[in-house]
């Protein structure tokens, strides 16, 4: 598989999701989904997707990215309260008003990337989006983001989430790769110190998604409703290879990296790679804090994380086993992920690794599987904007493999 004929083939798709006000959850078919409101976090998304499209030389995509910042400037942003709505209609209309570390991290993720790309007034919503974060979300007493708040900043979710705290951290690295300021390194290494070096290490390297206000794992929440496509219930085996490659990341960027960064994020990969797993191929969405699958319907940013941990980890131990993951996941979404037929990637299959919609309808968005096709073919820091402004990245051809578990 050539990695930069894929990525041109999931931008291709991706252009579709040009919509009024933002950018659209796309269908099967890569047609804007008017069932579904604008997502602030699908538009920022895509804002950051359309930004490393222009820094390959899509030129194109520079229209895309400005689009996208227009739509968060104007559709999104609370013009009275400040910060930005999870959701808005077609008519422009807020329709979901809590204001959510989850969506904000990606707003910094889409400003620090469109700042790095040098689009117009990207700058001014990266100093917008940084001061919303750092005000009313970050704490510098827990070195942790809080959640979420009402629409007027007065009341504060008691619930706090690994979740949201992990798309900060990779928010964090691209905003320091974008400004040149330290300070945001050492913020993402915070977060990483308290959630992986102090709780997943704790639990075995399972890490418990979902806390109390005083950073207590909840290790019910959500029992009910295992399925939930944010906050599901139990361990997701996903989130540890998301943040293996995120803590490679993180070393590599510190001028004095912790020692052990590398080593917990081979424990992630390991613990999940075990956990996760099933025989037929195929990691499960969640397992219980003991390991045993929840829910077994597979999603596509597993595989897609799966890919960019094994890759970087090869990288940095040279290790086969990693390099064997590497080639099997790619074999893994080449037969049951990628639509050559339809387009985009599959974002969910069932236990048998059949198409499915329990939990993710249609094609939202390509935030994860191009990444996936980016890690391969660059370094491990800086992050992907300004890897991709500081030099343009080979074009690799990866040979599938069937995996075989190491």
Request: a negative charge.
């Amino acid at each position: 598989m050539r990695l930069a004929a894929e990525t041109d083939r999931l931008l291709d798709f991706a252009r579709a999701s040009r919509v009024e006000g933002g950018f659209a959850w796309l269908d099967d078919d890569g047609a804007p989904d008017r069932g579904e409101p604008l997502h602030l976090w699908i538009t920022a998304r895509m804002t950051h997707v359309f930004a490393l499209g222009q820094l390959l030389g899509h030129q194109d995509c520079a229209q895309l990215v400005d689009h996208g910042l227009a739509a968060l400037r104007d559709s999104f942003r609370d013009p009275e309260a400040g910060g930005w709505f999870a959701a808005v209609g077609h008519d422009g209309h807020p329709v979901q008003t809590a204001k959510k570390a989850y969506e904000h991290a990606f707003v910094l993720l889409a400003a620090s990337s469109a700042a790095v790309a040098g689009r117009p007034r990207a700058d001014a919503l990266l100093s917008e989006a940084a001061a919303v974060m750092l005000e009313r979300f970050w704490s510098e007493e827990d070195g942790l983001c809080r959640e979420g708040w009402d629409r007027e900043w007065r009341e504060l979710d008691g619930y706090r989430g690994a979740n949201a705290n992990m798309h900060a951290t990779e928010a964090f690295l691209t905003a320091g790769d974008a400004t040149g300021e330290a300070t945001w390194h050492a913020r993402a290494l915070r977060i990483a110190q308290r959630l992986i070096h102090g709780v997943a290490r704790e639990h075995g390297w399972r890490l418990p998604e979902h806390f109390d206000e005083r950073w207590r794992p909840v290790l019910d929440f959500n029992e009910d409703r295992p399925r939930d496509p944010f906050r599901p219930y139990g361990v997701t085996p996903g989130h540890g290879l998301e943040w293996a490659r995120l803590l490679v990341t993180l070393h590599a960027s510190l001028a004095d990296p912790p020692g052990w960064l590398p080593d917990a994020a081979q424990r992630l990969f390991a613990r999940a790679t075990a956990d996760g797993w099933e025989s037929n191929g195929g990691f499960v969405y969640t397992t219980d804090h003991d390991g045993r699958p929840v829910v077994r319907e597979r999603f596509h940013w597993v595989v897609a994380e799966g890919i960019g941990a094994a890759s970087v980890l090869h990288t940095v131990t040279g290790e086969e086993s990693y390099e064997r993951w590497h080639r099997g996941l790619w074999a893994f979404a080449d037969e049951h992920l990628i639509d050559r037929d339809r387009g985009s990637w599959r974002h969910e299959l069932d236990p048998e690794n059949r198409p499915a919609a329990q939990t993710w309808h249609g094609k939202p968005d390509a935030y994860h599987a191009v990444q996936a096709t980016l890690v391969p073919r660059l370094p491990a820091a800086p992050t992907f904007a300004r890897a991709l402004r500081d030099g343009a990245p080979p074009d690799l051809d990866i040979p599938l493999e069937t995996l075989t578990t190491p």
